[in-house]
């Protein structure tokens, strides 16, 4: 089914709702464009290098509502969930994580993504976050196994994986488009009989 492009249907939007201590991590929704652009805008500088080029007017509502109408559209056909996290105390939007690449068959597995606000990192809320989201792709998913991918020298990003007990499975030259380069990326792997990581 094709989405209208500016009267999303609400109702339909996945009504996930993962609770931690300290954060909420939710599919997104129309009226979060506001902080979200907001978040986006105030750490421009510091997602840029580390994602896919960002397309000329990303932080426009009109562009927040065809992404968002094909995240709904992926979360329905099970090729990707989009989460939205937030700081439970304040209700503050913090970050996102994405489950991308949902793989069938003798596969099962996903690729995460994920950004936290740079005045909330290092409080242990996207481990807390992708705690969640794992627990959620193993049981409710079904997955077999995460992958990830970083950035040479994204040591902040290998420190979260190898915390939640990722291994480092390998190099991939020229792996994924980074800020308009094809970038080398360092490989690691969440297989569920290694979940949940023992302390
Ligand atoms: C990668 C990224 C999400 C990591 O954020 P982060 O806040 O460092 O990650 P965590 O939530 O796991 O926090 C861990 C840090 O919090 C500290 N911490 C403080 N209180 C904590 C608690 N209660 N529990 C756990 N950790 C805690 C840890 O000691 C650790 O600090 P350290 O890295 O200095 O050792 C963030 O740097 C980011 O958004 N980067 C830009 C986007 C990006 O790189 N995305 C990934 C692309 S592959």
């Given at each position: 089914m094709i989405w209208?492009?500016?009267r999303l249907d609400t109702a339909r939007i996945p009504s996930v709702h993962l609770t931690g201590e300290r954060v909420t991590v939710r599919p997104p929704r129309a009226e979060d464009w506001r902080s979200w652009a907001e978040v986006r805008s105030r750490?421009?500088?510091?997602?840029e290098p580390l994602e896919?080029?960002?397309?000329?007017?990303?932080?426009?509502?009109e562009f927040f509502s065809r992404r968002l109408a094909?995240?709904?559209q992926d979360w329905q056909r099970g090729q990707s969930c989009s989460f939205l996290i937030f700081e439970t105390?304040?209700?503050?939007?913090?970050?996102?994580?994405?489950?991308?690449?949902?793989?069938?068959?003798?596969?099962?597995?996903?690729?995460?993504?994920?950004?936290?606000d740079q005045a909330f990192q290092g409080r242990g809320y996207m481990r807390e976050a992708l705690t969640l989201v794992i627990d959620?792709?193993?049981?409710?998913?079904?997955?077999?196994?995460?992958?990830?991918?970083?950035?040479?020298?994204n040591e902040r990003s290998a420190g979260v994986l190898l915390r939640l007990g990722f291994k480092e499975e390998g190099f991939a030259e020229k792996y994924v488009q980074i800020d308009g380069q094809w970038q080398d990326h360092r490989l690691?792997?969440?297989?569920?009989?290694?979940?949940?990581?023992s302390e």
């Open positions: 209208p492009r500016r750490n421009r500088a510091m997602l896919p080029r960002w397309p000329e007017n990303c932080l426009t509502r094909r995240q709904m105390s304040s209700q503050t939007l913090i970050g996102g994580v994405n489950i991308n690449n949902i793989a069938r068959g003798a596969a099962q597995h996903a690729s995460l993504g994920y950004w936290l959620f792709g193993f049981s409710a998913l079904k997955l077999h196994r995460f992958n990830a991918g970083c950035l040479s020298g690691f792997g969440l297989p569920a009989e290694h979940w949940p990581p």
